[in-house]
């Protein structure tokens, strides 16, 4: 005979992650984009979890011109909403900026990496580079699951039951497209897959800190 019982299950230890589209798009990155190269000529890459490509210093804040100030608003916003004291209530927090640009090319890639020294991390995407018209291009954002790869690897043909159950020991992909701001912690080890086309994956990366009292 089967015993019924009652199962009360919730997923424990959720990672948050957000995703927004930024308004203005175009026009900020089209002036995004011309600053970006035209130092990219001047600057030469900083080497980080860039394979291949060109990693700006990380004075962007400084050299950007105004519009990089739209995407950090944009990007406290988002972190002050996602941000709670220990007991769910705002906290409060002042958020101190650090900010780079990357542009990938055909091969080029960043390697698995997380950021420490931060609360947040995220990216804004200046130019996808065709990815969105042609998924084959690649370039895509990867985040890896932090459960770690144990359980996928002794029996990787079962899953956890349940919301983002499926996803155990493997990666969720965000497809880069213009305009697409994204919030992550910045523990979590996320890359940028292979791009493949023949023109320029242009980003803007960003670490929100805690600014001092």
């Not at 980080?48 to 950090?72: K, Q, V």
Request: glycine letters at 12%; one cysteine or more; charged letters at 20%.
């Amino acid at each position: 005979m089967t015993t019924q019982i009652n199962i009360a299950m919730r997923g424990l230890f959720p990672t948050p992650v957000a995703a927004a589209e930024l308004p203005d798009a175009a026009a900020r990155n089209a002036e995004l984009k011309k600053i970006i190269l035209d130092y990219r000529e001047k600057s030469p890459s900083v080497q980080a979890s860039n394979d291949g490509g060109w990693h700006s210093d990380r004075n962007l804040l400084s050299w950007g011109g105004p519009r990089i100030g739209e995407i950090i608003d944009a990007a406290t916003m988002m972190a002050d909403r996602m941000t709670v004291d220990r007991n769910g209530r705002p906290a409060g927090q002042r958020w101190k900026p650090i900010a780079w640009a990357n542009v990938n090319e055909a091969g080029n890639a960043n390697i698995c990496h997380y950021h420490p020294g931060a609360f947040w991390s995220g990216t804004y995407y200046i130019d996808d580079g065709g990815a969105v018209g042609d998924p084959s291009l690649g370039g895509e954002f990867e985040l890896l699951d932090p459960r770690g790869a144990g359980p996928s690897m002794y029996a990787p043909h079962l899953a956890f039951a349940g919301e983002g159950g499926r996803a155990l020991g493997a990666t969720e992909s965000i497809r880069p497209k213009p305009g697409l701001i994204i919030l992550f912690p910045s523990w979590m080890f996320h890359q940028v897959r292979p791009y493949r086309g023949q023109a320029e994956r242009i980003s803007i990366a960003f670490n929100l800190t805690l600014a001092a009292d």
